[in-house]
């Protein structure tokens, strides 16, 4: 597939314009039946509504995803480095990790956006590389 786009995933689905039968979203394309409203409209369509964003199912799952991350580094920092049970823990904490990473990519690839895990004694959540702009930030509650 040639769609004369310069993009890494050039041929990928989502990239071929709609006349070619694709969804059209790559925001480096613009067909040639496009006018510049409608390729205007169609980068449109990528610009980040954090509130909006948040309450969609890709969302919801991304701060899920954080929220049980950040517990099993919890869980994993109440055993002993090299014990069996801090093994496991980091295990679980492994999987989460990679599958954040996999939300991080998608951020970035779908909104041009480098977001960050962050977390400290007093908060966590998703954020700029600056603290600039927080996706979501959870604040701790101390007991």
């Given amino acids: 597939m040639n769609n004369n786009c310069d993009c890494?995933?050039?041929?990928?689905?989502?990239?071929?314009?709609?006349?070619?039968?694709g969804s059209g979203l790559c925001p480096g394309r613009i067909d040639a039946q496009q006018t510049e409203a409608e390729a205007n409209a169609q980068m449109?369509?990528?610009?980040?509504?954090k509130e909006k964003f948040l309450k969609t199912d890709f969302g919801k799952s991304l701060k899920k995803?954080?929220?049980d991350f950040d517990a099993?580094?919890?869980?994993?920092?109440?055993?002993?480095?090299?014990?069996?049970?801090?093994y496991l823990k980091?295990?679980?904490?492994?999987?989460?990790?990679?599958?954040?990473?996999?939300?991080?990519l998608a951020m970035q690839q779908f909104y041009g956006l480098w977001f960050y895990f962050t977390r400290t004694d007093?908060?966590?959540g998703v954020c700029t590389e600056d603290e600039?702009?927080?996706?979501?930030?959870?604040?701790r509650v101390i007991v």
């Fill in 44 to 49: 449109e369509k990528l610009i980040l509504n």
């Fill in 8 to 21: 890494i995933h050039s041929d990928a689905f989502r990239r071929l314009p709609k006349s070619q039968g």
């Fill in 132 to 139: 600039a702009f927080w996706l979501f930030k959870i604040e």
């Fill in 90 to 104: 980091q295990k679980n904490a492994d999987v989460l990790l990679g599958q954040w990473q996999v939300y991080q």
């Fill in 122 to 124: 007093k908060y966590f």
């Fill in 65 to 67: 995803c954080v929220t």
């Fill in 72 to 86: 099993a580094l919890t869980a994993r920092s109440k055993h002993y480095a090299g014990s069996d049970e801090y």
